[in-house]
């Protein structure tokens, strides 16, 4: 018998927390009846809420407390984090990452078992479209996965979510040697390699409340994921030094071809001037960020802090 566990995040999910447990578990429940030889168990993070999410948790752990566990944290820590004590603390088999709003759908966790069951390791969830996002967020989306695609030398899935799945041996690999304190869960999962799959949706409305990730959270998280993932801005300034050589090149034959009608310069020197210092203001920021995580990771704080843990009666992995 495998043990599948559904590892959700929350973050002042009230408003839909009854439904999503509703909806997955009876899909689970659903797929032991027609005989699928598994358990399963859900797996809550609770991620420092402050709304009642956690009376919510308590009392779906007392109702089923066979099939839910709940991990509290000591405060918010982030929904990487939140998704990394979910890897760090989930039994199962297999592992599928959701989130609690029903954008992700519980629905295709029979379509996600199957493509599993052919042999993949790992199953990602590409979104094909998203009611709830604008015009400009979609189009950002889709310009930073082609830009990480760009510099780095990993490719990623345009509009990868974190909506996946992966069997025990991928999910070790992740809990061993993945520990970094600046994450990008999805992005390691395209990179550690084995056997895997898409499966397209449609992500729907939000059941309720409203986005975690606002613009400034969303830039945070572009920032640190191309720091973690390329060096090529490091390489910026060799690059400005070249361009800025043929510029000055340019200029001194531009000076001499017209020598006897050239203008004071004055407008020139100042242009040139800004310029240079743009360029080198950039690259002192963009060596600042490098730093920045530099930083972060030899301070080896942790990466989450649990005030208590509540395990499931089915939550016992298999051997």
């Known amino acids: 018998m495998k043990l599948v566990s559904l590892i959700v995040s929350v973050f002042n999910e009230e408003g839909g927390l009854r439904q999503f447990y509703d909806t997955a578990s009876g899909i689970l429940s659903g797929l032991q009846r027609d005989g699928r030889d598994i358990s399963y168990e859900l797996l809550f993070v609770n991620d420092g809420s402050l709304d009642g999410s956690a009376r919510i ?25 939140a998704m990394t004590a979910g890897l760090d603390y989930a039994s199962g088999d297999i592992l599928i990452f ?55 030398d990993m490719h990623m899935e345009p509009s990868a ?18 520990r970094e304190r600046v994450r990008f869960l999805r992005g390691y999962v395209q990179n550690i390699g084995f056997r895997k799959t898409t499966l397209d949706y449609e992500a729907g409305q939000r059941v309720a409340g409203r986005s975690h990730y606002s613009i400034k959270r969303l830039w945070r998280l572009s920032i640190d994921t191309i ?57 002192v920021g963009i060596t600042g960020e490098y730093i920045s995580v530099i930083f972060r990771e030899l301070k080896d704080r942790p990466i989450y802090i649990l005030s208590d843990i509540e395990r499931a009666g089915s939550a016992q992995r298999t051997d």
Do not use: W
């Not at 566990?69 to 918010?76: A, C, G, I, T």
């Not at 974190?162 to 992740?174: G, I, S, T, Y």
């Open 98 to 152: 959701m989130d609690a709003d029903l954008q992700h759908p519980p629905t295709l966790i029979p379509d996600i078992l199957a493509k599993l069951d052919e042999g993949y390791d790992i199953v990602n969830m590409v979104r094909t479209k998203n009611e709830g996002a604008g015009l400009i967020k979609n189009l950002t989306s889709r310009a930073f996965y082609s830009l990480v695609n760009l510099l780095s």
């Open 161 to 178: 979510s974190d909506f996946f799945a992966m069997d025990r041996k991928a999910a070790e690999v992740l809990r061993r040697s993945y």
């Open 227 to 283: 720091v973690c993932f390329s060096d090529v801005p490091l390489k910026l300034g060799m690059y400005a030094g070249f361009l800025s050589a043929l510029a000055g090149f340019l200029l001194i034959l531009y000076t001499l071809v017209t020598r006897g009608t050239a203008p004071s310069g004055y407008a020139t020197i100042v242009t040139v001037l800004c310029f240079m210092f743009a360029v080198l203001f950039i690259i």
């Open 57 to 81: 948790l308590s009392e779906l752990r007392a109702g089923d407390p066979e099939h839910v566990s709940v991990l509290s944290f000591s405060r918010n820590f982030g929904h990487e984090a």
